[in-house]
């Protein structure tokens, strides 16, 4: 079943489609200009081959909404053919390109939970938990006497991506990381 919304629905995430090819909405800001009609001001990022451009979108018009199927699949490895994930279900195994998975990769370790949005049989993107525990591979020995207000310092994860953290975090502890934004939120309990 197709799915519409008007140009004032057009919200953050949607993906929809435009001249026949899936967009992602990365944001949409509703304007008001003095003189003339409303309208909505997106910017969207094409699934494809991850292309930007920005649109105006009538109030009154009409904007098919691509309708996704999401498969909760977990991480296994990283391979040349791409990404491999098995659906949890099926235990069918897929190889994505990383440009599906985007800057989530630094976050995947193996048996990583990932929510995988499938259009028309076709994975087109990849949902991450709020937040994810990493390991603290590599950082500099803390000060003493140094608080959470205090400065922050590199810390390299065991995933490789490096993140700032507060100057009492040490090598081998367990981080709390948004997958949002990338910060370092909070130490996290030992993994059971």
Do not use: W
């Amino acid at each position: 079943m197709v799915t519409f919304v008007n140009g004032n629905g057009l919200r953050l995430g949607y993906v929809i489609k435009v001249k026949g090819e899936l967009y992602r909405v990365m944001s949409a800001e509703h304007r008001t200009p003095g003189k003339g009609r409303a309208f909505m001001q997106a910017k969207l990022r094409k699934l494809k081959d991850g292309t930007q451009m920005e649109i105006k979108f009538r109030a009154d018009e009409t904007i098919e909404r691509a309708e996704m199927e999401q498969v909760e699949m977990e991480y296994l490895y990283d391979d040349p053919a791409g990404l491999c994930f098995m659906n949890r279900g099926t235990y069918e195994q897929i190889f994505l390109d990383e440009k599906i998975v985007g800057a989530g990769k630094k976050f995947l370790l193996p048996n990583a939970r990932v929510t995988i949005e499938f259009c028309d049989d076709h994975p087109v993107g990849a949902s991450f938990p709020e937040t994810v525990d990493l390991k603290v591979t590599d950082t500099e020995p803390p000060l003493k006497g140094a608080t959470a207000s205090a400065s922050g310092k590199p810390a390299t994860l065991e995933t490789g991506f490096v993140v700032t953290v507060p100057q009492f975090i040490q090598t081998g502890e367990l981080v709390r990381v948004s997958t949002a934004s990338g910060e370092y939120l909070e130490r996290a309990k030992k993994r059971s």
